[in-house]
């Protein structure tokens, strides 16, 4: 059951938000979309936008000023929410930022009691797409990936492991190597069990530069990193994901961003940029 | 004594974070400002953005959109608060959303206990432009006023009563007629006393269409109002405005945008325009 929760204009198109019964994820969960205004009933090309840690659906839509681009575009933006929802979910002993609610990691948990709900892998991958094509004319042939931070890392690592379903891949600020970096390893420890040395076959799934190095080509990928970003040292490793690709000739672009920080200010400074290059790989 | 509080990048220039003591509203203040990337040390037009109903310095700052406008027409863009803030100050006995913290309405109260700190007209008019030209290369000579629903209504009331002080006027959604709608109606009767007949002469200054009734020039103005908005019926009273110039030769652009609500979607759907407005009169 799909339920709209709001419509709003917004550039000429609509800006929605709906609820649904995940079965994937065992519990209702909300996503928001623009839809483009359209004269007909031609398929428009679609972008997934993974959001960040302590994120849900809305901070994209309300911040980013993505809608513009969108519309000028005809491209339908799709906002998941970052974790599944609800009282019977099971969240972080100390309610932590950075597991558990808001915090999913756009994988599939192994390990109880996190496994039957976060499977956000599944989620993004097969459950929402089927989803959004019975709920607006999308092309499914015409779809690209983008997110942020956590969400960049969802992108990526989503994106390359599904090459045939995505055209484009772009993120902002990603975790680029989650076994590497605080954020990371409580997760994939959490989600997954055991750590890097012992679970490497599990852990590597879920880590771009792992990925990447069994990797000799991908669709084209646009990253964008703020150098004064608070978290570039300690959780980011940009620097370990341009190693990763320095002796390939993979159509991936690193951009560092002088100045920049995390935010959203980040984010709508570059969002047009990052639109226009998935244009390009969905027309 | 003006305390930096954030500094973020932002489509090349920068977006920050005030605090400052004010001397008119008896209390510490909040404001925002963006002030575009510059070359050298020639001096910048300005915008003062006057926000809604239960709105800080922030909403527009967040949701608008309206840096990428601002640092491409090298316009600074000064985002006051609603009121004045703090546990010392007053508020609604209810809390409620539409009086009292949240709810100048950018006047000068008269009745007690609002009168000491509720002074958000001479707050916008004089003490704030000082601190202004204190902190960044503002032009004086060239400054507009803009605004949303409440803030509608204060940039039409400050910017009609004091031309010489800015080049054009815009408003989203204004509250046009505070005497005439329910909103208006509790916040002049609270703050300046008495009602509409008892006290004509004091609620006509805080009030466009009765304000307009005695101008016959005035800067170039356009207002955008969206034809779903939720309030528009009850609390803006549009069609009063448009009564009230229709027999003046005003510089004066009522447009109704089909479709369009309340809320900051419409808002960051047509400020390109609104900016691109004022610019013209900037320069």
Redesign the interface.
Known sequence: MLKELSS?????GF?KRFQHYSDVLSCSMHFSIYIPSTSGIEKMPAIYWLSGLTCTDENFV??A?A??YAEENKIILICPDTSPRGDSIPDDDKAAYDFGLGAGFYLNATESPWSENYRMYDYIVFELPAVIESLCPVDPSRVSISGHSMGGHGALTIGLRNPSNYCSISAFSPICAPSSCPWGRKALSGYLGGDYESNKSSWANYDAVELIKDIDSCVPILIDQ?S?DEFLEEQLNTDLFIQSISNKNLPINVRYQE???H????I??FIDQHIKFHSEFLS
């Open positions: 709003v204009k917004s550039f000429g800006q309300t911040k000023g809608q513009k703020g004064d100045g920049y920080d935010s959203y200010f980040f709508s400074s």
